[in-house]
């Protein structure tokens, strides 16, 4: 079932790329080596892809394959030390720590497994705070964070603390942050990580939307092939290498599996049968 996949065909590779020509993302031969003194780890050993826009790709991989390790420089919170990236067309690996602050600030948005919320905050204020740091002016602010809160279905929710809000919702405030400076690309490490199964699929159906509907470029780290399932394109790494790139067939749509899924209450509901021993089937 797989074979089919573990090439890119050329009309699958057209499709990808839309015939479309500067990819949003260039690695050329990255290394990341992390010197500790005594020893050198080498993170990433001549990593070379390609993301062209509208793409939704999914980086997987082992414990300690490089995931976080690649995030980083796409990121540009981390430089390689020996390769080069095109970021927009634009080389970035030998940027200084301000400039690349500023790309980040511009192009990029993040979304980590650890909602990394300010609890004192309100959902509104938290998505805010990058247009603070962009120089956006005071009432641009606010209405840029309520269209992004709008964009994951929590407008109504602006004013709760993290605190007042499930899990998912948490996230789905950190995706509204991460969009709220219209970056050309999400980076998502872990996003599903911290989530049960059905709030992943729902978050990963806000994914779908903003890619499919919004064009927006996804790149997320997620160590659950279901969730991978999800994406367009699979990237997985083993060793500091990319190992396989292929895309996705039979891509599954959120919507229709959580359409499929039991409810919370229906599954409360079946529970709380069980328990009470009715072995007649509640319907
Ligand atoms: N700051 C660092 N200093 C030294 N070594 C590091 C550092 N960050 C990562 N490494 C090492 O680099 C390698 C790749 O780590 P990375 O965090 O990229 O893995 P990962 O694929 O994200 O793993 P996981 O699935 O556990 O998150 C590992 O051997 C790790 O120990
Ligand atoms: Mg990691």
């Known amino acids: 079932m797989m074979n089919m996949a573990e090439q890119i065909l050329p009309a699958a590779e057209m499709e990808r790329t839309g015939g479309k020509g500067?990819?949003?993302?260039r690695l050329?031969?990255?290394?990341?080596?992390?010197?500790?003194?005594?020893?050198?780890?080498?993170?990433?050993?001549g990593v070379s892809l390609e993301v062209m826009a509208g793409e939704f790709v999914a980086v997987m991989g082992p414990s300690g394959s490089g995931k976080s390790t690649v995030m980083n420089i796409l990121g540009c919170l981390d430089r390689p030390t020996k390769g080069r990236y095109f970021l927009d067309g634009v080389d970035v690996s030998g940027m200084s720590k301000d400039e690349l602050a500023r790309i980040r600030n511009k192009k990029?948005?993040?979304?980590?497994?650890?909602?990394?919320l300010l609890s004192r905050t309100s959902a509104l204020e938290n998505v805010e705070l990058p247009t603070v740091y962009a120089g956006i002016k005071p009432e641009e602010r606010t209405r840029r964070a309520m269209e992004s809160l709008r964009r994951v279905g929590l407008a109504d929710r602006a004013g709760h603390h993290p605190s007042q809000l499930s899990g998912g919702q948490q996230q789905r405030v950190a995706i509204?942050?991460?969009?709220?400076?219209?970056?050309?690309i999400l980076?998502?490490?872990?996003?599903?990580?911290?989530?049960?199964?059905?709030?992943?699929?729902?978050?990963?159906?806000?994914?779908?939307?903003?890619?499919?509907?919004?064009?927006?470029?996804?790149?997320?780290?997620t160590h659950e092939p279901d969730i991978a399932q999800f994406t367009k394109r699979n990237l997985e790494f083993r060793d500091g290498k990319l190992k396989r790139d292929r895309l996705v067939e039979e891509r599954l749509n959120a919507r229709e599996v959580l359409k499929a899924m039991p409810t919370a209450e229906e599954e409360a509901a079946e529970d709380a049968g069980a328990a009470g021993g009715a072995g007649t089937g509640a319907g």
């Open 187 to 221: 980076l998502a490490d872990e996003p599903t990580g911290n989530l049960d199964s059905r709030t992943s699929i729902e978050i990963m159906e806000i994914l779908q939307t903003l890619n499919e509907e919004q064009g927006l470029t996804i790149v997320l780290v």
């Open 108 to 116: 990029l948005g993040f979304v980590f497994q650890q909602f990394n």
């Open 28 to 45: 050329e031969n990255v290394y990341k080596t992390y010197d500790l003194g005594e020893i050198q780890v080498q993170a990433l050993r």
């Open 176 to 184: 509204a942050r991460g969009l709220v400076n219209q970056p050309a």
């Open 22 to 25: 500067e990819p949003v993302i």
